[in-house]
């Protein structure tokens, strides 16, 4: 029997009702009764089932569940809130990568234990007891007190160099007393005036703009386009000064790979501390501490990776997404979304500015920015005395190299040059390892992955065969595993391992390093190899993507490109793109300072548009020659794409929805899809992969045909669909 108490009745039915929006995959909010009306964006807890869930107040309910059998909520100390702009940005994400709003509101309130009751610390200041007995050690530690400040105990022990049970018995003797510091240590207030550099007239130009807008906090979109080392950096802080001055929060973000403590070290030169971070290696309790910090406006500039954009800020003013055509932008699973455009998107719904950085722009930004839609600010020289780089093409057809090298004879002189006269050079090849491939000499078996369709990639060093996508792992086998040929396996092409393996045979003298993104060279490896290059420890540094960008070497002056054409090949309608995107930001490394800097690209396409465009350093001939394609081809920006993925362990279940889901597609005016196809690595982690491609045109509303069709097939529970709106990797 029921107790009395739960019976509904006029008395016990809620005051108000609220739509409650929880952070899981569930197509929209859930109604419970509150006792007083919440505004949209209360954070609040919620029963689901035998959970409690943080959740957040979306609107006023649909009002389908009777009164009386709707849960409470329960409120948070200090009552917690999302803005209304922030809500509104959830909302708008969800639709455009048609993905469950309770899904991206999770990106939201990633750290769930932000919202739990603050813990003071316990720390001590001097009470009025004074010991008995006073040694060397108690007097250092009571010494410490007369700056008043509460300090931990583990901090007296440091700071007076005394044992912690020194002071223990301090406590112990009411010398030492205790009282509470807050949970965090408080953030630093970046200063607007810290040290302002004298900008030239182009920066100051641009700075004079940007500064404009963010005083008039009005939406806007501008593309910052300048020439590697040409001071973009030192021209957008004065917008970040600007809205510091004006109360506003700012936002910094970085491909996550370009978030180095070089520019942290920068940004505080600039306004006096560093910036607070957001990003994947951050601890639990570091994203504690600054989601709070961002939450109560504390911290006023964060710098963070994509993941930053769904900060609770409160009063943000200005967002700049610097090297803003990175691929690294995109979050390619979970809510699949693009960061950069999404920033914009955020910019318009907080009614602020923004500001893209590149110097390379996407062909996206590019064509808003010729077309007027995008304020267009460029900075066409390098600041101060520095030069762009001469760039030469060194055609491999032409040399005679030996079989099993890499480094062409032009390569090997200018290196030699370089070395003798002082300077720093750095090989650039976007491959990690030491060989891409190994080979069976004698059977002509490849060595594959057992749940991908990719090679593995050789490390000699730890002597391993290594799957870049899922890190499946082997011991070098000494004979054929198919034809048990012994010592027939031989490795083919090159990876930075190898380069450097040959460029010691040449130059054994020379200092250098190996930098990628692997997970034996780690970002701490990275990290170093970048210091020692910058301290002039090392001569060169032979490296991966991830000592392409940003960086900042003085006495760097030649670059080698080992292989140009890499990433060429990979056929998607970008790869012109992004080859030059790449090669471009990789030849800014060189000659960055009074020296001038020299760039050899080896190739085997010299007349490639790509290669002829990097080589004249006619930029923009070569952005309208792409743009001109992609006009003709009604690709983005002047047509839509949409991909659908099919992904399962069971391969003919998924090919199966494949060609149930094309044929179940709507006609409609403008819209074309392609496929089923299997997708380039049709095999990954063990998972089949199809795709199909949503072609349309620029006026065609792209969700709603998606939602529409996908909504027609009935696909078995084994098949995963995942939408990609604006795919910009085609594997
Ligand atoms: P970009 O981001 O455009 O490649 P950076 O902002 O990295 O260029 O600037 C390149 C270098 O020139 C940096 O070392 C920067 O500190 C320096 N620099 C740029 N502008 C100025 C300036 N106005 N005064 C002093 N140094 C500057
Ligand atoms: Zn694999």
Same mark, same amino acid.
């Given at each position: 029997?029921?107790?009395?108490?739960?019976?509904?009745?006029?008395?016990?039915?809620?005051?108000?009702?609220?739509?409650?929006? %929880?952070?899981?995959?569930?197509?929209?909010? #859930?109604?419970?009764?509150?006792?007083?009306?919440?505004?949209?964006?209360?954070?609040?807890?919620?029963?689901?089932?035998?959970?409690?869930?943080? &959740?957040?107040?979306?609107?006023?309910?649909?009002?389908?569940?009777?009164?009386?059998?709707?849960?409470?909520?329960?409120?948070? $100390?200090?009552?917690?809130?999302?803005?209304?702009?922030?809500?509104?940005?959830?909302?708008? @994400?969800?639709?455009?990568?048609?993905?469950?709003?309770?899904?991206?509101?999770?990106?939201?309130?990633?750290?769930?234990?932000?919202?739990?009751?603050?813990?003071?610390?316990?720390?001590?200041?001097?009470?009025?007891?004074?010991?008995?007995?006073?040694?060397?050690?108690?007097?250092?530690?009571?010494?410490?007190?007369?700056?008043?400040?509460?300090?931990?105990?583990?901090?007296?022990?440091?700071?007076?160099?005394?044992?912690?049970?020194?002071?223990?018995?301090?406590?112990?003797?009411?010398?030492?007393?205790? +009282?509470?510091?807050?949970?965090?240590?408080?953030?630093?207030?970046?200063?607007?005036?810290?040290?302002?550099?004298?900008?030239?007239?182009?920066?100051?130009?641009?700075?004079?703009?940007?500064?404009?807008?963010?005083? &008039?906090?009005?939406?806007? +979109?501008?593309?910052?386009?300048?020439?590697?080392?040409?001071?973009? =950096?030192?021209?957008?802080?004065?917008?970040?000064?600007?809205?510091?001055?004006?109360?506003?929060?700012?936002?910094?973000?970085?491909?996550?790979?370009? !978030?180095?403590?070089?520019?942290?070290?920068?940004?505080?030169?600039?306004?006096?501390?560093?910036?607070?971070?957001?990003?994947?290696?951050?601890?639990?309790?570091?994203?504690?501490?600054?989601?709070?910090?961002?939450? /109560?406006?504390? @911290?006023?500039?964060?710098?963070?990776?994509?993941?930053?954009?769904?900060?609770?800020?409160?009063?943000?003013?200005?967002?700049?997404?610097?090297?803003?055509?990175?691929?690294?932008?995109?979050?390619?699973?979970?809510?699949?979304?693009?960061?950069?455009?999404?920033?914009?998107?955020?910019?318009?719904?907080? /009614?602020? $500015?923004?500001?893209?950085?590149?110097?390379?722009?996407? %062909?996206?930004? #590019?064509?808003? &920015?010729?077309?007027?839609?995008?304020?267009?600010?460029?900075?066409?020289?390098?600041?101060?005395?520095?030069?762009?780089?001469?760039?030469?093409?060194?055609?491999?057809?032409?040399?005679?190299?030996?079989?099993? =090298?890499?480094?062409?004879?032009?390569?090997?002189?200018?290196?030699?040059?370089?070395?003798?006269?002082?300077?720093?050079?750095?090989?650039?090849?976007?491959?990690?390892?030491?060989?891409?491939?190994?080979?069976?000499?004698?059977?002509?078996?490849?060595?594959?992955?057992? /749940?991908?369709?990719?090679?593995? *990639?050789?490390?000699?060093?730890?002597?391993?065969?290594?799957?870049?996508?899922?890190?499946?792992?082997?011991?070098?086998?000494? /004979?054929?595993?198919?034809?048990?040929?012994?010592?027939? %396996?031989?490795?083919?092409?090159?990876?930075?391992?190898?380069?450097?393996?040959?460029?010691?045979?040449?130059?054994?003298?020379?200092?250098?390093?190996?930098?990628?993104?692997?997970?034996?060279?780690?970002?701490?490896?990275?990290?170093? &190899?970048?210091?020692?290059?910058?301290?002039?420890?090392?001569?060169?540094?032979?490296?991966?993507?991830?000592?392409?960008?940003?960086?900042?070497?003085?006495?760097? +002056? !030649?670059?080698?490109?080992?292989?140009?054409?890499?990433?060429?090949?990979?056929?998607?309608?970008?790869?012109?793109?992004?080859?030059?995107?790449?090669?471009?930001? *990789?030849?800014?490394?060189?000659?960055?300072?009074?020296?001038?800097?020299?760039?050899?690209?080896?190739?085997?396409?010299?007349?490639?548009?790509?290669?002829?465009?990097?080589?004249?350093?006619?930029?923009?001939?070569?952005?309208?020659?792409?743009?001109?394609?992609?006009?003709?081809?009604?690709?983005?920006?002047?047509?839509?794409?949409?991909?659908?993925?099919?992904?399962?362990?069971?391969?003919?279940?998924?090919?199966?929805?494949?060609?149930?889901?094309?044929?179940?597609?709507?006609?409609?005016?403008?819209?074309?899809?392609?496929?089923?196809?299997?997708?380039?690595?049709?095999?990954?982690?063990?998972?089949?992969?199809?795709?199909?491609?949503?072609?349309?045109?620029?006026?065609?509303?792209?969700?709603?045909?998606?939602?529409?069709?996908?909504?027609?097939?009935?696909?078995?529970?084994?098949?995963? *669909?995942?939408?990609?709106?604006?795919?910009?990797?085609?594997?």
């Amino acid at each position: 029997m029921k107790p009395a108490a739960l019976k509904p009745s006029e008395e016990t039915a809620p005051a108000h009702r609220a739509g409650v929006l %929880l952070p899981l995959p569930l197509s929209g909010a #859930y109604d419970y009764a509150t006792d007083e009306k919440l505004p949209r964006g209360t954070i609040v807890t919620v029963p689901l089932g035998p959970r409690e869930y943080l &959740a957040c107040v979306w609107n006023d309910g649909d009002g389908k569940v009777a009164p009386e059998k709707l849960k409470p909520v329960g409120r948070l $100390p200090g009552n917690p809130h999302l803005s209304g702009a922030l809500c509104d940005f959830v909302d708008w @994400v969800a639709r455009y990568t048609l993905s469950p709003p309770g899904q991206v509101l999770g990106l939201a309130l990633r750290v769930p234990s932000a919202f739990d009751e603050p813990v003071p610390r316990i720390a001590f200041v001097r009470g009025d007891k004074t010991p008995k007995k006073m040694t060397e050690a108690r007097a250092r530690v009571l010494a410490l007190c007369e700056d008043g400040l509460a300090r931990r105990l583990s901090d007296y022990a440091a700071e007076a160099n005394a044992s912690p049970a020194v002071v223990r018995g301090l406590i112990g003797c009411g010398a030492l007393v205790e +009282t509470g510091l807050p949970e965090f240590a408080r953030f630093p207030d970046p200063e607007p005036d810290y040290a302002q550099p004298a900008l030239n007239a182009e920066q100051s130009e641009a700075a004079r703009i940007l500064v404009a807008d963010v005083a &008039a906090q009005k939406f806007s +979109t501008s593309l910052l386009d300048g020439v590697t080392g040409s001071g973009k =950096t030192e021209t957008y802080f004065e917008a970040v000064a600007e809205a510091l001055r004006k109360g506003k929060q700012a936002l910094i973000l970085l491909p996550e790979i370009a !978030l180095t403590v070089q520019f942290l070290d920068r940004f505080a030169e600039r306004f006096g501390c560093r910036p607070a971070e957001w990003h994947s290696d951050l601890s639990q309790k570091e994203r504690k501490r600054t989601y709070r910090a961002v939450m /109560n406006g504390e @911290v006023r500039v964060v710098v963070g990776a994509r993941s930053a954009l769904f900060l609770p800020f409160q009063e943000l003013g200005l967002i700049i997404a610097d090297e803003e055509h990175e691929q690294a932008y995109k979050q390619e699973d979970g809510v699949i979304y693009h960061a950069r455009d999404m920033a914009v998107v955020r910019a318009r719904l907080e /009614n602020c $500015p923004v500001v893209l950085s590149s110097a390379t722009p996407s %062909l996206e930004s #590019y064509v808003n &920015a010729a077309s007027g839609r995008y304020r267009w600010l460029r900075l066409r020289e390098r600041h101060g005395v520095a030069s762009l780089p001469q760039i030469k093409l060194i055609d491999l057809r032409l040399e005679k190299m030996d079989t099993g =090298t890499w480094l062409s004879q032009p390569l090997r002189e200018a290196l030699a040059l370089a070395l003798a006269s002082g300077e720093q050079a750095m090989l650039f090849l976007n491959r990690r390892g030491y060989a891409p491939l190994t080979l069976c000499q004698s059977c002509g078996h490849k060595m594959v992955c057992r /749940n991908c369709s990719t090679w593995l *990639v050789e490390h000699r060093y730890h002597r391993r065969l290594t799957c870049h996508h899922c890190g499946f792992d082997v011991p070098t086998p000494k /004979n054929c595993p198919e034809c048990q040929a012994e010592n027939s %396996l031989i490795a083919c092409g090159p990876g930075v391992e190898r380069v450097a393996e040959e460029f010691a045979a040449v130059f054994p003298q020379a200092r250098m390093a190996v930098a990628s993104s692997d997970t034996w060279h780690g970002p701490l490896e990275t990290q170093a &190899a970048i210091r020692s290059m910058v301290k002039r420890e090392i001569d060169v540094v032979i490296g991966t993507q991830i000592m392409a960008k940003g960086h900042h070497f003085p006495q760097l +002056t !030649l670059v080698g490109v080992i292989d140009a054409d890499l990433g060429g090949a990979d056929g998607d309608m970008r790869a012109r793109e992004r080859t030059f995107q790449l090669l471009h930001q *990789v030849s800014g490394r060189a000659g960055r300072a009074e020296k001038p800097g020299f760039v050899l690209l080896q190739t085997r396409n010299p007349n490639d548009a790509v290669m002829k465009a990097l080589a004249s350093g006619d930029r923009d001939a070569f952005y309208e020659q792409e743009r001109g394609f992609r006009e003709r081809a009604a690709t983005p920006p002047f047509g839509r794409l949409a991909a659908v993925i099919l992904s399962g362990a069971e391969g003919d279940k998924v090919r199966d929805a494949g060609r149930q889901l094309a044929k179940a597609a709507p006609s409609a005016r403008g819209v074309k899809v392609w496929g089923p196809t299997p997708a380039f690595y049709h095999l990954l982690r063990g998972q089949t992969r199809e795709r199909l491609l949503v072609q349309a045109d620029k006026s065609v509303d792209v969700q709603t045909y998606l939602r529409a069709w996908l909504a027609l097939v009935k696909v078995p529970n084994a098949v995963r *669909v995942t939408v990609d709106i604006d795919p910009v990797s085609f594997f």
